[in-house]
């Protein structure tokens, strides 16, 4: 038996980076307990049943399914054996006021079908786009994404393959250098705001979300992205892993700069070799850690970064299906820099909006009574520092502003149709995930806050605490989280070892 055999860890939060993490450890034969605050595990992949309709709270696109399986690979098992992943197509359908339509693919044979329509003369740019985004992806996913970056010498190594890609300017303008379609540079930035990016000024390195979509597909778990998350959770079990939930952790318990365990709000208490927290940043620091100098000094440093805007979501069941809606559509509205200023600089709450639709009972009908659909319609929103509005009064009256359009888009009838429906809020990610400012991404990732200038994977003064998730290097999403997972793993198991 190895030395990290003969140790144990807790890690705090069983959202998709801590339940990746926590696996990787129990593969190790590192003793691991996962404690969750809520009453189901999945973090912000939440999910709720109501009315006979399967809800995820989200995320819902899973990409790089190869990094999901490489979780069951450790152990000799197989995804399969829990998970079902089913192929989405089109990736995307993007709409646009004026009525044009763009069906987002990996199929050469269609995508040029598709950029041709929509915007002709920009297939060779788009073709020189991809080259580029085939770079980045090599240089800041496949070789940095799982990389700690504990020391400023760390980023100087990483910075002349940043240079080279030009890091420092944004995703849209990176792609604005390609083609000349104000539409096709809509769809081939928009995928920033997936991990809680703004395209007009988050790192060109994100441009390899479109190499990576590319490769590895975008998929669906049967059953809803929960069925992910159980099928981590099973994984984790079989391998001897333990679970609490609904029993919040209310401090890191911490002596001469080394964690020596956790409490809980039952009263529970665990003394750990090593603790790693997947719970919001701010709360990490703030408030598990408030009684050290390492918290305070934390919590004053993250104070004063950027985070990432918030989400309103409006989850609906309809009477009805609908084949022509395809699983994931964006509804481009009638602005786009000034509506991203709007929310991320200004704070305001905008007349006008882009619509992100998820429609999973079109690919699973699983997720809704016969003869009837799933959706859920979601746009981006300020974070409470920035809009402190009550969501109490302002959430019912924007839940309609947003089902109206999505009626005058796609479903004329749509409030007839409806059978079920709720909303969240900015609150609710405050108040249910911890989020500081309620953000839905953890911090803004321009390039200031990215790699070494990101929260690290092990604390810098606490020798043997550790974090993971969307806070940490390298981001938020399902496949940031994992590969942060992947990075402290890495750290812990070493470091259990010595």
Same mark, same amino acid.
């Given at each position: ?39 189901? %595990? ?49 990736? /995307? ?18 995508? @040029? ?13 788009? @073709? ?13 996913? !496949?070789?940095?994404?799982?990389? %700690? ?37 809509? $769809? ?17 390195? /994100? ?101 990432? %805007? ?106 007839? @149709? ?27 990732? !321009? ?10 994977? @092990? ?6 605490? /550790?974090?993971?998730? $969307? ?9 940031? !989280? ?17």
């Amino acid at each position: 038996m190895s030395r990290a055999q003969a140790k144990t860890a807790c890690v705090i939060g069983a959202g998709f980076g801590g339940l990746a993490l926590a696996i990787r450890l129990q593969s190790a034969g590192v003793a691991t307990t996962l404690v969750e605050a809520r009453d189901k %595990p999945g973090g912000r992949a939440y999910f709720w049943q109501r009315d006979g309709f399967t809800f995820d709270a989200g995320p819902t696109v899973i990409t790089d399914p190869a990094c999901l399986e490489e979780l069951w690979a450790l152990s000799g098992q197989t995804l399969a054996d829990d998970v079902e992943l089913v192929p989405v197509a089109p990736f /995307y359908r993007l709409s646009w006021p004026d009525g044009t339509s763009f069906d987002y693919s990996n199929d050469d044979a269609k995508l @040029r079908a598709e950029i041709e329509r929509v915007a002709p003369g920009d297939w060779e740019g788009y @073709r020189a786009f991809l080259a580029y985004s085939a770079g980045v992806y090599e240089e800041g996913y !496949v070789k940095l994404g799982a990389k %700690p970056f504990l020391h400023f010498t760390d980023m100087i190594k990483a910075a002349s393959a940043l240079m080279r890609y030009q890091a420092w300017r944004s995703v849209h303008s990176v792609v604005s250098g390609f083609v000349d379609s104000p539409k096709l540079r809509e $769809a081939l930035s928009f995928h920033t705001l997936l991990v809680g990016g703004n395209p007009f000024s988050t790192s060109a390195i /994100y441009a390899l979300i479109h190499k990576l979509e590319r490769d590895g597909g975008v998929w669906w778990a049967r059953g809803g992205t929960n069925r992910l998350i159980a099928g981590m959770v099973a994984l984790f079990e079989r391998l001897g892993g333990a679970v609490r939930l609904s029993d919040p952790v209310t401090r890191i318990a911490v002596d001469d700069r080394r964690a020596t365990g956790v409490e809980t709000a039952s009263g529970w208490r665990g003394a750990f070799d090593a603790v790693a927290s997947n719970a919001d940043l701010m709360h990490s620091y703030r408030d598990l850690l408030g009684l050290t100098a390492r918290g305070r000094q934390q919590e004053k440093s993250l104070a004063k970064k950027r985070f990432s %805007p918030s989400l309103f979501v409006v989850h609906f069941g309809i009477k009805g299906t609908w084949p022509g809606i395809p699983h994931h559509s964006i509804l481009f509205g009638p602005r786009w820099r000034g509506l991203l200023a709007d929310i991320y600089d200004h704070g305001v709450l905008p007349q006008d909006f882009s619509i992100y639709l998820h429609h999973p009972s079109v690919t699973d009908p699983s997720m809704a009574p016969d003869g009837h659909s799933a959706f859920y319609a979601l746009v981006p929103v300020p974070h409470l520092g920035k809009l402190p509005v009550d969501w109490e009064a302002v959430g019912p009256v924007l839940a309609k502003r947003v089902l109206d359009e999505v009626g005058r888009r796609l479903i004329p009838d749509i409030h007839a @149709r409806i059978v079920t429906r709720f909303h969240y809020t900015p609150n609710d990610f405050a108040h249910d995930l911890g989020a500081h400012l309620g953000s839905a991404f953890s911090l803004d990732p !321009v390039l200031t806050q990215s790699a070494w200038f990101r929260a690290h994977n @092990r604390d810098d003064t606490i020798g043997n605490l /550790y974090f993971v998730g $969307a806070g940490t290097h390298p981001g938020a999403g399902i496949p940031g !989280v994992v590969a942060s997972a992947k990075a402290t793993a890495g750290l812990m198991i070493g470091d259990l070892s010595r």
